[in-house]
């Protein structure tokens, strides 16, 4: 078995403690005790490598706040691209269940991308053949994507020629 050097070790055996699925507790691989009291040194902080809990070195981010905000948007920018792709929402949107679709609905909402949460829903609801879907009977995705985020729908009128 190889593990990585790092990796944080049991206090009762050295083995190597497992980095767990959520709500599950940090265990030794080889005796089963769980990971109680142990601290990482100042400098460091602990987190996943290959399945394991390992101790890396904490290191200052070099970016300031707007460079870290624009790397934000640039990799929102992304994925509207990518999921806001009409043949690309219809292939890949059915294979993700409701709540998974909404949340990144959701995501590409609260980045700016309207167009691109609401493509990818339409996609999600043609693509979807569960029986329980939510989304198949939605004739407003705009209102659907602006009510997901907390947003105000907008009241739509009646427009006339006589109005202009």
């Not at 460091?44 to 870290?68: A, C, I």
């Not at 929402?89 to 991308?113: I, N, P, Y």
């Amino acid at each position: 078995m190889k593990v990585p050097s790092n990796v944080v070790r049991c206090a009762v055996d050295s083995g190597p403690i497992v980095y767990p699925l959520p709500g599950i507790p940090y265990r030794c691989q080889t005796c089963g005790e769980s990971l109680k009291g142990a601290e990482h040194p100042p400098g460091t902080h602990w987190e996943e490598s290959y399945g394991y809990l390992v101790e890396v070195e904490t290191e200052e981010d070099p970016r300031d706040t707007e460079e870290e905000v624009a790397d934000l948007y640039s990799a929102i920018e992304t994925f509207a691209s990518i999921l806001g792709d009409g043949l690309t929402a219809c292939h890949v949107g059915g294979s993700f269940t409701c709540s998974e679709a909404d949340r990144m609905a959701a995501a590409l909402m609260e980045g700016g991308h309207k167009q691109a949460a609401m493509t990818f829903l339409e996609g999600h609801a043609t693509g979807d053949d569960d029986p329980d879907d939510t989304h198949p009977d939605i004739e407003d995705f705009e209102a659907y994507v602006l009510k997901l985020v907390g947003q105000r729908v907008p009241e739509l009128i009646e427009y006339t020629e006589e109005q202009a």
